[in-house]
């Protein structure tokens, strides 16, 4: 059994910045893939950005350039830097995880953005 927990959303102002954390526990083996998606009210959860066990990143386009994902691979844990944030980022932020025996999702983070 794995346990994902996020944390580090809340309430900032637009252009404001934000540091989310997913810290995998539990039974976790040989991790593949960390992914972050997100998921606004009233629209379908979309990919955010993906690190592989490599350390090679991708992005969607419409955080490229913004938002930062990174690894600890010691700790289980998987970050996203959202640096100059928008009103259209407000979402419920999920971290994903792929291990050698199953896929795991955490319970998601909110961050919303004001304008």
């Known amino acids: 059994q794995v346990q994902l927990v996020e944390s580090g959303g809340g309430l900032v102002q637009a252009g404001g910045s934000l540091r989310l954390s997913c810290a995998a526990s539990g039974s976790v083996t040989s991790i593949k893939v960390m992914m972050w998606y997100r998921q606004a009210p009233g629209k379908q959860r979309e990919w955010v950005a993906r690190?592989?066990?490599?350390?090679?990143?991708n992005y969607a386009d419409s955080v490229k350039g913004r938002f930062t994902i990174s690894r600890d691979n010691a700790k289980n844990t998987v970050y996203l830097q959202l640096n100059s944030l928008k009103p259209e980022d407000t979402a419920r932020y999920y971290c994903?995880?792929?291990?050698?025996?199953?896929?795991?999702w955490g319970q998601g983070t909110q961050v919303t953005v004001s304008s």
């Open positions: 994903n995880i792929r291990d050698s025996v199953g896929d795991y």
């Open positions: 690190i592989s066990s490599a350390g090679s990143l």
